[in-house]
Nanobody, 118 residues
Framework: QVQLVESGGGLVQPGGSLRLSCTAS????????MGWYRQAPGRRELIAAI??????DYAASVKGRFAISRDNAKNTVYLQMNSLKPEDTAVYYC?????????????WGQGTQVTVSS
């Protein structure tokens, strides 16, 4: 069974940092663009993505504050979040999109809550 398991969310004060992790099972990780989305009331936003070759892209709202990386040996993608703001509060989801290679590979993690508040 394919799974994406996320960890690392929590409560942090404004200006603080958190690191999210997402570990994939099976062989999907090696063929997938890995992305982090966040869901706030009324909208879901792609905030960061990393290709299998390590190329990255960010939403304007997090550029310069967040960093996505992947460890292919551990089948894990990370999202380092710095200088957090209250508006970063959301449920964060990891996505594995391997549809370029396999149309069936499009999987989501269970979500992890990030709350930025004093």
């Amino acid at each position: 069974q394919v799974q994406l398991v996320e960890s690392g969310g929590g409560l942090v004060q404004p200006g603080g940092s958190l690191r999210l992790s997402c570990t994939a099972s099976g062989s999907i990780f090696s063929i997938s663009v890995m992305g982090w989305y966040r869901q706030a009331p009324g909208r879901r936003e792609l905030i960061a993505a990393i290709t299998t070759d390590g190329f990255t892209d960010y939403a304007a709202s997090v550029k310069g504050r967040f960093a996505i990386s992947r460890d292919n040996a551990k089948n894990t993608v990370y999202l380092q979040m710095n200088s957090l703001k209250p508006e970063d509060t959301a449920v964060y989801y990891c996505n594995a999109d391997g549809r370029v290679v396999d149309p069936d590979v499009d999987y989501w993690g269970q979500g992890t809550q990030v709350t930025v508040s004093s």
